[in-house]
């Protein structure tokens, strides 16, 4: 297969969902984000798998890639619903910290144009060690940002999934016409043998 292949181009998405999927991990790690952790981790994972089963022509793995598509997709949608707080879910909950704390999208405090302050709580009895904080400033706001990661995430894998299915039957199509025991001829035992049986017939009519 050429370089301008459908398989060259689905190791070129594979390379750069890996690398969009490792840029995504690195801000739920910092905004404590365990649930998309999780998710980006084995997404990672099967990413690799596709990879792999792309560069060395084992289509197991590349089905196996583009299921799992699938479901990344549904979970961005997902995640996408949840930030634009769709069908009752809330940003503000704590449903993608699995209710361990209160954390939020590292973009929250930290996009482009926010500036954080702190501000004392000393007037409020038994909240003396604690700050309030406050972001104002941003450009835009987070749930954008992680809507517009979210959309890039499936814009790449619905790419990728429709690559796979074709290199899938790329590689199905060149298993199927190629016969590892005689190679592209579909009878060869037959024409291998067809002359010796010949040869041992006349020999039995040989007059004495």
């Known amino acids: ?46 990413v690799i798998l596709g990879l792999f089963g792309t560069i060395q022509y084992r289509p197991r793995y590349i089905v196996v890639y583009a299921i799992w ?14 930030y634009l707080e769709v069908g009752g879910l809330s940003k503000d909950s704590e449903l993608l910290t699995f209710n361990i704390s209160r ?10 144009g926010c500036v954080r302050k702190e501000a004392s709580m000393s007037g409020i009895k038994g909240l003396d060690s604690h700050s309030y904080v406050s972001v104002i400033g941003c450009a835009l706001e987070y749930r954008y940002i992680e809507v517009m990661h979210s959309s890039f995430q499936i814009l790449i894998a619905l790419v990728g ?4 299915c074709y290199v899938v039957s790329v590689f199905t199509e ?23 049986t010949n040869l041992l017939f006349k020999q039995t009519y040989l007059p004495a």
């Open 1 to 46: 297969m050429g370089c301008c292949t459908g398989r060259c181009t689905l190791i070129f998405l594979c390379t750069l969902q890996l690398l969009a999927a490792l840029e995504r991990q690195v801000f739920d790690f910092l905004g404590y984000q365990w649930a998309p952790i999780l998710a980006n981790f084995l997404h990672i994972i099967i």
């Open 69 to 82: 598509t699938a479901i990344w997709v549904t979970w961005n949608i997902f995640i996408i619903c949840f």
């Open 103 to 112: 954390h939020q999208s590292w973009w929250s405090e930290n996009g482009p």
């Open 161 to 164: 999934f429709v690559y796979a």
């Open 174 to 196: 060149e298993e199927d016409s190629f016969d590892f025991i005689g190679g592209f001829d579909p009878f060869p035992l037959y024409h291998v043998n067809e002359k010796p």
